[in-house]
């Protein structure tokens, strides 16, 4: 898979179970059998991506949500969808 930029339609892979942990989301991934956790940042991100969304529109809902700058927000965000990408978390459309 090509490196996620702001353009991709990612969305979550449909083999990972997630649950909430106090603000905390732990997930797993069934075919893999591997385990991941992800803070509040990152269960918001999780829970934007149910459907296909546009990585700059997700960046941008985050923006107004956190305000965070958007050079900030979007390197961040990119490293974590690149990185949930490489161990099968997310999908492309």
Same mark, same amino acid.
């Given at each position: 898979?090509?490196?996620?930029?702001?353009?991709? +339609? +990612?969305?979550? #892979?449909?083999? %990972?179970? #997630?649950?909430?942990?106090?603000?905390?989301?732990?997930?797993?991934?069934?075919?893999?059998?591997?385990?991941?956790?992800?803070?509040?940042?990152?269960?918001?991100?999780?829970?934007?991506?149910?459907?296909?969304?546009? %990585?700059?529109?997700?960046?941008?809902?985050?923006?107004?949500?956190?305000? %965070?700058?958007?050079?900030?927000?979007? #390197?961040? %965000?990119?490293?974590?969808?690149?990185?949930?990408? #490489?161990?099968?978390?997310?999908?492309?459309?």
């Amino acid at each position: 898979m090509n490196d996620i930029i702001l353009e991709s +339609v +990612v969305h979550r #892979a449909d083999t %990972v179970m #997630a649950s909430p942990v106090d603000e905390d989301l732990i997930m797993m991934d069934i075919d893999r059998g591997m385990y991941y956790a992800l803070n509040t940042v990152g269960s918001s991100i999780w829970e934007r991506l149910a459907q296909p969304l546009k %990585v700059v529109d997700l960046c941008t809902q985050l923006q107004q949500y956190y305000q %965070v700058d958007p050079a900030t927000c979007e #390197a961040h %965000v990119l490293a974590l969808l690149n990185d949930m990408a #490489a161990n099968g978390l997310l999908q492309r459309q």
